[in-house]
C-alpha cells in the first residue's frame, strides 16, 4: 500500500531536549516536504528536499534541521524544542514529475513544556 | 516566492445550501491548484485539482474553477451534506522557483449544518 509513514503520532517533551520526528515513503517519490500546522495559520512549509542531499528552506525554518541521506526518508530534527514549536507537524511526498497529488503522513502532535 | 490567500476563514451553511471558498495566488508562473480536505483528526487528501490550461473542472457535487488573468481559483460545493464538514485547503504549485512542493492557504473551516 502506497503510504507516508511517521513517527511518533504524540509526543510530548521538554524545553531543549533534542527529538527526530521520522518520515517515511514507499512510492519512490523525490520530493518530501515538512509542514506544521496552526490554527487559523493553515499549513506552513518548514523544509522541503527535492532529491538526496537537496534541501531548501521552507517558509518557518527557523529551529529545525533535515537531512535527506536516503530517498525514502526526510527526518525532522528539533535540536532544542521550545515551547512555540508546539504544533501539529505533517511530513508529505511528491513525485518529480511536480503538479500531481501529495500524500501525507498521519501527522505528528508535539507538546513542547 | 507564492503566496496564496484564501477566503473565508469559516463558512457555515444549512444542509444542502452551496458553498463556495475563494483563493487568490500571487505568482503567475504556478500551473497546478489542487484542493485538500481534512477531516477532524486526519491527515488532508487531495479532493479535485486544476491545471492551467483548463477554466473549470467538475466531480460530482464539487467544482473548481480558475482565472488566471485575475489569478484567482474557486471551490464550489453544491447540496452540501454534514459530512462535507471539514477544514478546506486550496494551494498553488509550479511556480517561477521551478520547485512542485505545494505552498497552502490558511485554510477554511467548513460547518453544514443538518
Known amino acids: 500500500e502506497a503510504q507516508v509513514t511517521q513517527n511518533p503520532r504524540y509526543l510530548i517533551t521538554v524545553t531543549g531536549k533534542k527529538l527526530t520526528v521520522t518520515c517515511s515513503q514507499n512510492?519512490?517519490?523525490?520530493?518530501m516536504s515538512w509542514y506544521r500546522q496552526d490554527p487559523g495559520l493553515g499549513l506552513r512549509q518548514i523544509y522541503y528536499?527535492?532529491?538526496?542531499?537537496?534541501?531548501d528552506k521552507g517558509d518557518v525554518p527557523e529551529g529545525y534541521k533535515v537531512s535527506r541521506k536516503e530517498k525514502r526518508n526526510f527526518p525532522l530534527i528539533l535540536e532544542s524544542p521550545s515551547p512555540n514549536q508546539t504544533s501539529l507537524y505533517f511530513c508529505?511526498?511528491?513525485?518529480?514529475?511536480?503538479?500531481?497529488?501529495?500524500?501525507f503522513g498521519q501527522g505528528t502532535r508535539l507538546t513542547v513544556v | 516566492g507564492e503566496n496564496v490567500e484564501q477566503h473565508p476563514s469559516t463558512l457555515s451553511v444549512q444542509e444542502g445550501d452551496s458553498a463556495v471558498i475563494k483563493c487568490t495566488y500571487s505568482?503567475?508562473?504556478?500551473?497546478?491548484f489542487p484542493w485538500y480536505k481534512q477531516e477532524l483528526g486526519k491527515r488532508p487528501q487531495l479532493i479535485i485539482d486544476?491545471?492551467?490550461?483548463?477554466g473549470e473542472k467538475k466531480d460530482q457535487r464539487i467544482a473548481v474553477t480558475l482565472n488566471k488573468t485575475a489569478k484567482h481559483f474557486s471551490l464550489h460545493i453544491t447540496e452540501t451534506q454534514p459530512e462535507d464538514s471539514a477544514v478546506y485547503f486550496c494551494?498553488?504549485?509550479?511556480?517561477?522557483?521551478?520547485?512542485?512542493?505545494?505552498?497552502f492557504g490558511r485554510g477554511t473551516s467548513l460547518i453544514v449544518h443538518p
Open positions: 486544476i491545471r492551467s490550461n483548463v
Open positions: 528536499s527535492m532529491n538526496v542531499e537537496v534541501t
Open positions: 512510492m519512490n517519490h523525490e520530493y
Open positions: 505568482d503567475s508562473a504556478s500551473n497546478y
Open positions: 508529505a511526498s511528491l513525485p518529480s514529475w511536480g503538479n500531481s497529488e501529495a500524500f
Open positions: 494551494a498553488a504549485t509550479g511556480g517561477s522557483g521551478g520547485s512542485y512542493i505545494p505552498t
